[in-house]
């Protein structure tokens, strides 16, 4: 949660760059991991063509951080949707650099590996989730938005978005049960 957010939120729609680097740090892993979720090779793409979209519509945003978080991640999905979209139509492309040998460390590669084990560990269990279960609980936990605004994102009912929340939850406590955890190796 931002500390202040109406008056970082009216800084950033005048352009002051503290505040949008303040937006930005608070959301944006949350943004790359639900996209990530949804289409990894693209991830880090889609969140950038998101940004851009905010950067380019913040003076029109009006609302508290929730509602701030619902728009963030509507213009995601929706960027999401046109990638996949745009991708099924054209060939696929070779990347120039295969690996990450031109990233640079950060200060405790050790932690960070560590941690993007964890989030990746977590995020290949919701991938085998239904797309709509695995959309609604990344929406509702990474988002951290309520019912009615993950039903406006996805275009379902409230009690729909409940439905596939149970689901899902319930599909993924199978998943990680013991049982299934041994199996799986």
Do not use: Y
């Amino acid at each position: 949660m931002i500390e202040d957010f109406p008056a970082t939120l009216r800084a950033a729609q005048v352009g002051e760059e503290w505040a949008i680097a303040v937006l930005w740090e608070e959301l944006n892993h949350r943004l790359v991991r639900f996209l990530w979720a949804r289409d990894r090779e693209a991830a880090e793409d889609i969140a950038s063509e998101t940004w851009l979209t905010v950067a380019r519509k913040l003076s029109c945003f009006s609302g508290g951080e929730v509602e701030f978080r619902a728009w963030l991640f509507t213009i995601a999905r929706s960027r999401l949707v046109d990638w996949q979209r745009r991708s099924q139509r054209r060939p696929p492309t070779v990347p120039s650099s295969p690996g990450g040998e031109d990233l640079a460390a950060s200060d405790d590669p050790a932690a960070e590996a560590i941690d993007a084990l964890d989030t990746a560990a977590a995020l290949a269990v919701i991938g085998r989730l239904p797309a709509d279960q695995g959309e609604v609980i990344l929406l509702r936990v990474l988002a951290g938005l309520d019912v009615a605004r993950v039903a406006a994102i996805v275009g379902k009912r409230p009690g729909t978005v409940r439905m596939l929340q149970h689901r899902g939850l319930r599909r993924l406590a199978e998943l990680l049960a013991p049982s299934n955890a041994v199996m799986s190796r």
